[in-house]
Structure formats: structure tokens, C-alpha cells
């Protein structure tokens, strides 16, 4: 099974070393690239930078700005919350 995460989750379960649990329950866990920059770069020296750059079954997926589909869901709060969308769409998760 795959599934489409957004930072908090990634964030979350690595403060309480438990980031395993998604690839236990998923998967795959694709993640776009505003999720990766968000948790690993953005995030330099907090939790979730080592664990989600050394879990080989998180796919960081780089994606192409369309402005159709972010005018569809424009709606909601958060660029990395619009681009976990937008992937789900594209693979036909929701």
C-alpha cells in the first residue's frame, strides 16, 4: 500500500522514535518535495531530519506547479498540505 504523508506525522513520530509505525501500516510513504524541504531542510537539528533521510521507503517526489489544481484546492491552509493533495490526485490515492 502507499500513502501520501505531510510533515506532522513525520515530525511527530519522530520525536517519540516511532517513524517506523508508517512503513509498518503503509508502506510506501511518499512524500512531495515541500514536505521533504519542510522536515529535513527547514528543520536542520530537529526531529525528523536523520530519520526521514535514511528511511529508504519514504519516496520524496518532486512536483510541478499547476496552477489549475491549486486553484481546486486553494482552499486549504498550507503549501506542503496542497502539494500531499495534489500527489494523492496524480496517483489515484483518493
Known sequence: MKAVSNSTPLI???RINELELLHTIFGTIIIPSAVYDEVVLEGAGRPG???VTNASWIIKLEHKRSRSALKK???MSGTSRI???KVELYN???
Open 49 to 51: 531530519v536523520k530519520e
Open 12 to 14: 511527530a513520530l519522530s
Open 73 to 75: 484546492i486553494k482552499r
Open 92 to 94: 489515484g490515492l483518493v
Open 83 to 85: 502539494y500531499c493533495f
